[in-house]
């Protein structure tokens, strides 16, 4: 219980503070899709149940939304994107070390297990049958980029960021798709530049800063609010949500489909949604900003 203070003490003090939106009070709610093997996991059979149960998680969340009628925000990385994967450069070259997530100046491999696989033998593995779900599904969900290959994007050289962008890029373009808002892997912001060169518009950041949203360099940065179910108790969601409705701001609220994948954990995502949907709040995708 006394984990989930810290993250509830910050939320209510960032709304008590926070400036009024026309568009408040709003809820931006999305989810980072990214295979498992997005991921340096050696472990075969560790990563295909990884897989399987982002699945079940991800159509559980297409559950909730089409019950609320309610849009997400997909941030899906370009690999999770495709319908198979004949192998490409998987390491790239870390230049600047990051102690939070353990980046050492070295070369990193994004991608452990060998790539040469696709959507028939390793459904497991992509989930762009579940975005053109989303996509058929009626509500208006933004599908975007988390990046191609889930790299830490101010820590590598402006090359491979934008080879990596460019074929984000082209895996949602795959899907008819023209990305406008990008969620930074690991919350680690760079690059800017590089973005707006390919016509990102809108990014999700961290935790850090005292405003929901902020400009910088021409970009409209939304910052984190709550992440996964780091707050999972119902009483605190509803003094969340009565404080967002008081002060007409705006709330951004990131999850991974994995963690609906619990039943408990699924159960508490839809009450909050549920109570979130009687009350006068705008579901916003970031587009919408």
């Known amino acids: ?38 991921s340096p996991i050696p472990d075969l059979n560790y990563a295909k149940q990884l897989g399987l149960r982002s699945r079940v998680g991800f159509k559980r969340l297409l559950e909730v939304s089409n019950t609320y009628e309610i849009p997400f925000t997909l941030f899906s990385t370009g690999h999770a994107l495709l319908k ?59 599908i975007a980029s988390h990046s191609f290959a889930h790299i830490p994007y101010p820590l ?9 962008l460019n074929m984000s890029i082209e895996a949602l373009q795959s899907h008819g798709i023209k990305p406008y808002s990008l969620a930074f892997p690991f919350n680690l912001v760079g690059k800017t530049h590089i973005l707006l060169k390919h016509g990102i518009k809108i990014v999700r950041i961290g935790h850090k800063g005292i405003r929901n949203v902020t400009y910088k360099n021409g970009l409209v940065m939304v910052k984190t609010n709550i992440t996964d179910l780091g707050i999972n108790s119902l009483r605190w969601w509803i003094k969340i949500i009565n404080l967002l409705v008081k002060k007409k701001t705006l709330l951004s609220w990131y999850l991974h489909p994995i963690t609906l994948y619990n039943d408990k954990a699924y159960r508490t995502f839809e009450e909050i949604v549920k109570y979130m949907a009687k009350k006068d709040i705008n579901f916003l995708t970031f587009k919408d900003i």
């Open 156 to 164: 590598v050289d402006d090359e491979t960021v934008e080879r990596d």
């Open 1 to 38: 219980m006394d984990q989930q203070l810290k993250p509830l003490m910050e939320v209510l003090a960032t709304l008590a503070v926070a400036k009024s939106y026309d568009l408040g009070p709003a809820i931006l709610i999305s989810f980072d899709v990214e295979s498992p093997i997005d």
């Open 84 to 142: 198979e994967c004949r192998g490409h450069k998987t390491s790239v070259k870390i230049l600047k070390g990051n102690r939070k997530y353990g980046f050492h100046v070295s070369e990193y491999f994004w991608h452990v297990i060998d790539p040469a696989s696709n959507y028939v033998e390793y459904p497991e593995f992509y989930y762009g049958d579940l975005i053109k779900e989303a996509i058929k599904s009626g509500v208006r969900h933004e």
